[in-house]
Every structure is written in structure tokens, then in C-alpha cells.
């Protein structure tokens, strides 16, 4: 059944190309989709036809909303549609997950361009080179630019005119030569710029060329440290420079990518060849809930693999031809600005590469799985033992509760979920003491518990809310006081909920559980004890990070606050640069100095302050 709303919406769809976007009841994107005719394609998902598959029957089921934007063209849907995608990560798209995110070497466009790594490539109009697989490598070359030419690392803006009174330490070691003053020449900076993007862009060897220069040199005045030194920074240039030969179109390049299907997640293996040679190899685990075809997995990889990426080869092989095979073909030439050509080897040479892929790709998910399937086995054991220990039958969520406070002052308590075995993130929740003074555990999770229940009450019938979804058992960490503080407020909410605590030696290691006012001791080695260490931890883990950012806060606003002439710029920059209060404590006026918009004036009476508030 659709309602009246999306009725209306879908008569009035236009007969455009564009991108649709699905939203449940609560305003949340469930799926992304482009279409040459939007109109069609959207409504298509609400006709009576019942050949539709398992994953758009369980989406239409969810979708209370849509919206849509209209583009120029099919590759404008495209790539529309793969941002969105990467930015929502909408429950129901194959989502490519990547935990490596290789670094890149980025150089900034303004004047007196900065140096820098970093994670990502955003429409900033700098240059950015790679991605490196190699993240060493990628510090070093930085590090060895930066020795060899004295770029700045400051964050000044001097496009709008920033200027400071005096230079940072880095001018006095002869690392920049402080166009913060004025003392830079522009003409040698940005020709000194130049070089390391000769160098990113493999124009040039003069930079390896040095390096050579100076290991030679320290070795024969038997430096053999530094010599040491620059031949790490050779072996860093090396790597950089490999991954840069991809300009070279004379030797074979390509992109090798095959998929395998597992139980429930598809691995797909990317093989990068450059000059001939294997340079690099990345693999993504893809969650596989509804069984996907194999051709939308590929052109859903595609797609967002090639959104970002700085080069793309002038031949791609895969191994499964995708879907909108046609329009991915136009992305990646309009990318590249020049003929991608994407290959399905039958025979020979890159018939075998394909096959090395899909191998790989093969064993991973198989041992990927293979793992999964081990934790989830040692979990479903500790749950069910649990179970069976304090003859529970249903244990799909528990709840685990823990104070944290430093000499009894800023307490703060923590509530953990786990539903089936599994921690739900999503369900945490964190209070902050009201009614306690001083370190009363006792009274901090009477508190606790009364609110959490009282929120139950009150947020009946609401979907938004973590607190409606009451637990099988709640877990204490703490002995019989703690569980009889929780028996006494479940009892007076009305509400019937187990109890039981988790009882600790005197090296403050858990040895029982306490039940029904009985102790049930628990040996390391028996699964019970891993699953509840690790609800345990959680709760602990969990309440102590709260804590301590609620102390920073307060130190941010109570130290930093009382400081002559620091204003809310400068408590950023000083944050920015030092960290933490601590570090400030240990800075000295030049160190200090260094900190865009703090002076000389200022920086004493920084110092100043914290010499006479130890």
C-alpha cells in the first residue's frame, strides 16, 4: 500500500533523465538510484508486478518517501548517483567498503602552497598524486621534501592576508624561511614547488638524483647514519615513483578485476600492472544480503572505485561484463579525457590475469568467511552458555551499565546493548549524573536506571528512540549492591526485567556471576566469561570516553577562558597545534609563538599563566 503522498509525487515525475532517492518513515535514505527516465523507473518499483526481486520487495515495503534530482545526461546520473551513495551509505545499495583509504600526496593551490598527506581527494582544485599503498613511504617522501626545500607546514592563510609578528621555530632551524614576514621569496618558493610536482609527475629526476648525491656524500665521510637515512628516503622515492610511471604508456598497463561469491559476501580483487609489472593489489569485502547479480555488483564497484581515484589505465580487464556497461564505458572516458577500453579477456594473456584475480578473490571470501563464521560460533556460544547458566530462555537484548567519574566529579554512566550476541552502537546511550554529589556508585546507577525506565514510559509509541526497547537482562558491573539497586528500580517501574551482576576479585578481575542473590563462578577459558569480559569492556570503554571528553570540554572552557587577550580563534589554533592543555603546559614562548595569531605578548602571558597556576 503507497499513500496518498507518494501517489501525487509519482504523477508528477518527469520523463528526465536523473537520480531518485528512497526515505523511510523516518526521513532516512534507504536507496539511490539513477534512470534514463525517471518517471518510469520510479514507478516501476510501485506496479503490481510480483517478479520483483527479494531486496526491492523488503525497500518498498520501507519507502514512505522520494525525491529526486534531474541531470543533463546518463553519466551525470551516474556519478551523482555514486556520491550519494558513498556519502549516505544507503541500507539497501551495494556499498563499497574500503578499510585501507591509501594516503595521497596533496599540494595545496594558494600562495605559498603547502605539502601534505592525506586521505581523501576533495573538489578543492589542488593537486593531489596517487593513491599509495604504501603510507611509509608516502611520510618519508613528504618528510624528505620538506628537508630538502623549506616548504611551510603552517596553516596561515595568506591569500586573505594573514601575517604573524614574528617567525615560527621552523625559521630558525632553517625548515621555511617565514614568508610570514615577508621574508620569503615568492618566485624561489613556488620553483621549489615545481620540483616536487616534477618529481609527483615523473617529469623529472633531480630530487632522487640529490638524495643519490647526499647518501654518497655521507658515506664517504662515514655519516653512516644519515646515509642510512637518505637511503630510506631513496627506497620511499622508489615507491612513489613506480606508482607514477603510469604516465609511461609505452609498457602494459592495467587494471585487473574479478569477483567471487561467498555465503554471504562477494570479494571483489583488483590487480593494478604498470610497465608490465604487478605494482599493487586491493581487495573489498562487499556485505551480499540479497544475492545480488553478479553484473550490478561490478558496475556498482566500478562506479565507485573510479570516483575518486586519481589515474585510471588506458585498458581495464574484468572478469564479468557490468551492468550499463555503455554508460560506465562514457564515465571513465570522460574521466580519463581520453578512450578507456574495457576488455572480457576469452583466451591468452589476459585471459590468465583475469583468472590469477578471480583465484584471489576466490580464497579471500572462502577465508573471510571462514573467520566470520569462527566469531560468530564462539559468540552464539558464550550467548547460549549464558543462557543456560542462568536458565534464560530469551536473551536478544542485554543492557550493561557502568559509572565512570574522577574523584567522584563529572560522573557520567553508560548503557551498552547487545542484540543477539552483537553490540548495537546505535542503542548506546550516556547520561550525565544530575542528582549525585561525590563518588556514590550506588546512588549513580539508581539514577541511571530510574531515567532509562522512566524514558521507556514516556517514549512509548515513538520509533525514533533507543529507550522503547526494553531488555531481557540487565547486567551490572558490580557484586550484589549494584544488582540489588537495579532489582529495587525495575521492581518500582512495574516493568519485568532480569538482573545479575558481575562480580570482581580482589585484583579487580570478574570471577562470577551473581543471580538470584546466588554466586556462579565462571572459569577464563569457558566462552560465558570472553562474551561477558566483552560486554563488560564495552560499558567501561564506552563511559570512560564520555567522561573523558566532558573533562577536556571543561578544561577547554575553564583554563584557556581565564588567559588574558585568548579569544576563540586562538583556543582553536592552540588546540589545533598542541592537543591537549597538557601539552600547552609544557610549551615554551617559542614554541608557543608558533601558533598562528599568538605573538610574542600573547605567548608570555601564556606561559606565564601556566607557570603560575601549576
Given at each position: 500500500?503507497?499513500?496518498?503522498?507518494?501517489?501525487?509525487?509519482?504523477?508528477?515525475?518527469?520523463?528526465?533523465?536523473?537520480?531518485?532517492?528512497?526515505?523511510?518513515?523516518?526521513?532516512?535514505?534507504?536507496?539511490?538510484?539513477?534512470?534514463?527516465?525517471?518517471?518510469?523507473?520510479?514507478?516501476?518499483?510501485?506496479?503490481?508486478?510480483?517478479?520483483?526481486?527479494?531486496?526491492?520487495?523488503?525497500?518498498?515495503?520501507?519507502?514512505?518517501?522520494?525525491?529526486?534530482?534531474?541531470?543533463?545526461?546518463?553519466?551525470?546520473?551516474?556519478?551523482?548517483?555514486?556520491?550519494?551513495?558513498?556519502?549516505?551509505?544507503?541500507?539497501?545499495?551495494?556499498?563499497?567498503?574500503?578499510?585501507?583509504?591509501?594516503?595521497?600526496?596533496?599540494?595545496?593551490?594558494?600562495?605559498?602552497?603547502?605539502?601534505?598527506?592525506?586521505?581523501?581527494?576533495?573538489?578543492?582544485?589542488?593537486?593531489?598524486?596517487?593513491?599509495?599503498?604504501?603510507?611509509?613511504?608516502?611520510?618519508?617522501?613528504?618528510?624528505?621534501?620538506?628537508?630538502?626545500?623549506?616548504?611551510?607546514?603552517?596553516?596561515?592563510?595568506?591569500?586573505?592576508?594573514?601575517?604573524?609578528?614574528?617567525?615560527?621555530?621552523?625559521?630558525?632551524?632553517?625548515?621555511?624561511?617565514?614568508?610570514?614576514?615577508?621574508?620569503?621569496?615568492?618566485?624561489?618558493?613556488?620553483?621549489?614547488?615545481?620540483?616536487?610536482?616534477?618529481?609527483?609527475?615523473?617529469?623529472?629526476?633531480?630530487?632522487?638524483?640529490?638524495?643519490?648525491?647526499?647518501?654518497?656524500?655521507?658515506?664517504?665521510?662515514?655519516?653512516?647514519?644519515?646515509?642510512?637515512?637518505?637511503?630510506?628516503?631513496?627506497?620511499?622515492?622508489?615507491?612513489?615513483?613506480?606508482?607514477?610511471?603510469?604516465?609511461?604508456?609505452?609498457?602494459?598497463?592495467?587494471?585487473?578485476?574479478?569477483?567471487?561469491?561467498?555465503?554471504?559476501y562477494v570479494c571483489v580483487?583488483?590487480?593494478?600492472?604498470?610497465?608490465?609489472?604487478?605494482?599493487?593489489?586491493?581487495?573489498?569485502?562487499?556485505?551480499?544480503?540479497?544475492?545480488?547479480?553478479?553484473?550490478?555488483?561490478?558496475?556498482?564497484?566500478?562506479?565507485?572505485?573510479?570516483?575518486?581515484?586519481?589515474?585510471?589505465?588506458?585498458?581495464?580487464?574484468?572478469?564479468?561484463?557490468?551492468?550499463?556497461?555503455?554508460?560506465?564505458?562514457?564515465?571513465?572516458?570522460?574521466?580519463?579525457?581520453?578512450?578507456?577500453?574495457?576488455?572480457?579477456?576469452?583466451?591468452?594473456?589476459?585471459?590468465?590475469?583475469?583468472?590469477?584475480?578471480?583465484?584471489?578473490?576466490?580464497?579471500?571470501?572462502?577465508?573471510?568467511?571462514?573467520?566470520?563464521?569462527?566469531?560468530?560460533?564462539?559468540?552464539?556460544?558464550?550467548?547460549?552458555?549464558?543462557?543456560?547458566?542462568?536458565?534464560?530462555?530469551?536473551?536478544?537484548r542485554i543492557e550493561c551499565?557502568?559509572?565512570?567519574?574522577?574523584?567522584?566529579?563529572?560522573?557520567?554512566?553508560?548503557?551498552?546493548?547487545?542484540?543477539?550476541?552483537?553490540?548495537?552502537?546505535?542503542?548506546?546511550?550516556?547520561?550525565?549524573?544530575?542528582?549525585?554529589?561525590?563518588?556514590?556508585?550506588?546512588?549513580?546507577?539508581?539514577?541511571?536506571?530510574?531515567?532509562?525506565?522512566?524514558?521507556?514510559?514516556?517514549?512509548?509509541?515513538?520509533?525514533?528512540?533507543?529507550?522503547?526497547?526494553?531488555?531481557?537482562?540487565?547486567?551490572?558491573?558490580?557484586?550484589?549492591?549494584?544488582?540489588?539497586?537495579?532489582?529495587?528500580?525495575?521492581?518500582?517501574?512495574?516493568?519485568?526485567?532480569?538482573?545479575?551482576?558481575?562480580?570482581?576479585?580482589?585484583?579487580?578481575?570478574?570471577?562470577?556471576?551473581?543471580?538470584?542473590?546466588?554466586?556462579?563462578?565462571?572459569?577464563?577459558?569457558?566462552?560465558?566469561?570472553?562474551?561477558?569480559?566483552?560486554?563488560?569492556?564495552?560499558?567501561?570503554?564506552?563511559?570512560?570516553?564520555?567522561?573523558?571528553?566532558?573533562?577536556?570540554?571543561?578544561?577547554?572552557?575553564?583554563?584557556?577562558?581565564?588567559?588574558?587577550?585568548?579569544?576563540?580563534?586562538?583556543?582553536?589554533n592552540l588546540y589545533r597545534?598542541?592537543?591537549?592543555?597538557?601539552?600547552?603546559?609544557?610549551?615554551?614562548?617559542?614554541?608557543?609563538?608558533?601558533?598562528?595569531?599568538?605573538?610574542?605578548?600573547?605567548?608570555?602571558?601564556?606561559?606565564?599563566?601556566?607557570?603560575?597556576?601549576?
Open positions: 500500500m503507497i499513500n496518498n503522498q507518494l501517489k501525487e509525487k509519482l504523477k508528477g515525475l518527469p520523463d528526465l533523465p536523473g537520480v531518485y532517492i528512497m526515505k523511510n518513515d523516518q526521513g532516512q535514505i534507504i536507496y539511490v538510484g539513477k534512470a534514463i527516465n525517471l518517471k518510469k523507473r520510479v514507478r516501476q518499483y510501485f506496479d503490481n508486478n510480483k517478479n520483483k526481486g527479494r531486496k526491492v520487495l523488503a525497500m518498498v515495503s520501507h519507502i514512505d518517501d522520494f525525491e529526486y534530482i534531474i541531470v543533463e545526461n546518463e553519466v551525470e546520473a551516474l556519478v551523482l548517483e555514486s556520491n550519494l551513495i558513498k556519502k549516505n551509505r544507503p541500507r539497501y545499495n551495494i556499498v563499497l567498503r574500503d578499510d585501507k583509504q591509501y594516503p595521497y600526496i596533496k599540494i595545496t593551490r594558494e600562495k605559498y602552497p603547502r605539502i601534505q598527506k592525506v586521505r581523501s581527494v576533495a573538489k578543492d582544485r589542488a593537486y593531489y598524486y596517487g593513491p599509495y599503498p604504501d603510507a611509509y613511504a608516502v611520510n618519508d617522501a613528504i618528510e624528505l621534501f620538506h628537508i630538502l626545500y623549506p616548504i611551510r607546514t603552517c596553516n596561515l592563510n595568506f591569500d586573505k592576508g594573514q601575517r604573524l609578528d614574528r617567525p615560527c621555530l621552523n625559521y630558525f632551524i632553517h625548515r621555511c624561511k617565514a614568508p610570514c614576514i615577508d621574508k620569503e621569496d615568492e618566485a624561489l618558493y613556488m620553483g621549489n614547488i615545481k620540483k616536487v610536482k616534477n618529481f609527483l609527475e615523473n617529469k623529472s629526476d633531480e630530487i632522487s638524483n640529490k638524495v643519490i648525491s647526499i647518501m654518497n656524500q655521507a658515506s664517504k665521510n662515514l655519516e653512516f647514519e644519515k646515509a642510512a637515512r637518505y637511503r630510506d628516503f631513496h627506497r620511499a622515492l622508489s615507491v612513489i615513483s613506480a606508482k607514477q610511471k603510469v604516465t609511461d604508456l609505452k609498457a602494459e598497463e592495467y587494471d585487473i578485476i574479478a569477483l567471487a561469491k561467498g555465503l554471504s580483487q583488483v590487480f593494478l600492472m604498470r610497465d608490465g609489472k604487478l605494482v599493487d593489489r586491493q581487495h573489498f569485502m562487499i556485505k551480499d544480503v540479497y544475492r545480488e547479480d553478479k553484473a550490478d555488483i561490478m558496475a556498482t564497484f566500478i562506479k565507485q572505485f573510479y570516483l575518486d581515484i586519481m589515474y585510471i589505465p588506458k585498458e581495464i580487464l574484468l572478469q564479468v561484463e557490468p551492468r550499463d556497461f555503455k554508460v560506465i564505458g562514457d564515465f571513465l572516458d570522460q574521466k580519463k579525457k581520453a578512450k578507456v577500453k574495457i576488455t572480457l579477456p576469452k583466451l591468452g594473456k589476459k585471459k590468465e590475469l583475469v583468472d590469477m584475480a578471480y583465484r584471489n578473490a576466490k580464497e579471500m571470501v572462502e577465508k573471510y568467511e571462514d573467520r566470520i563464521d569462527k566469531r560468530e560460533r564462539k559468540k552464539n556460544a558464550g550467548l547460549k552458555g549464558l543462557q543456560k547458566i542462568l536458565n534464560i530462555d530469551n536473551l536478544s551499565y557502568d559509572i565512570s567519574n574522577t574523584a567522584g566529579v563529572m560522573s557520567v554512566g553508560s548503557m551498552v546493548v547487545f542484540e543477539n550476541g552483537k553490540p548495537n552502537p546505535k542503542e548506546y546511550r550516556k547520561f550525565r549524573i544530575q542528582t549525585v554529589k561525590g563518588p556514590d556508585d550506588y546512588a549513580s546507577h539508581r539514577e541511571v536506571l530510574s531515567r532509562r525506565l522512566n524514558r521507556a514510559k514516556t517514549d512509548k509509541g515513538k520509533t525514533k528512540t533507543g529507550f522503547v526497547h526494553l531488555p531481557n537482562l540487565i547486567l551490572m558491573d558490580g557484586g550484589k549492591g549494584q544488582v540489588s539497586v537495579a532489582k529495587d528500580v525495575v521492581a518500582k517501574s512495574g516493568f519485568t526485567i532480569e538482573v545479575a551482576g558481575l562480580v570482581k576479585d580482589n585484583k579487580h578481575t570478574t570471577r562470577a556471576i551473581i543471580y538470584n542473590n546466588k554466586e556462579i563462578p565462571i572459569k577464563k577459558t569457558d566462552p560465558v566469561y570472553k562474551f561477558i569480559y566483552q560486554i563488560q569492556e564495552e560499558a567501561h570503554r564506552f563511559a570512560i570516553n564520555y567522561h573523558r571528553k566532558l573533562r577536556e570540554k571543561s578544561m577547554k572552557e575553564s583554563e584557556l577562558d581565564k588567559i588574558k587577550g585568548v579569544g576563540e580563534k586562538t583556543k582553536i597545534h598542541f592537543k591537549t592543555i597538557s601539552n600547552m603546559k609544557k610549551a615554551s614562548v617559542e614554541e608557543l609563538m608558533e601558533v598562528p595569531l599568538v605573538g610574542k605578548k600573547q605567548a608570555l602571558e601564556i606561559y606565564q599563566y601556566f607557570r603560575l597556576n601549576k
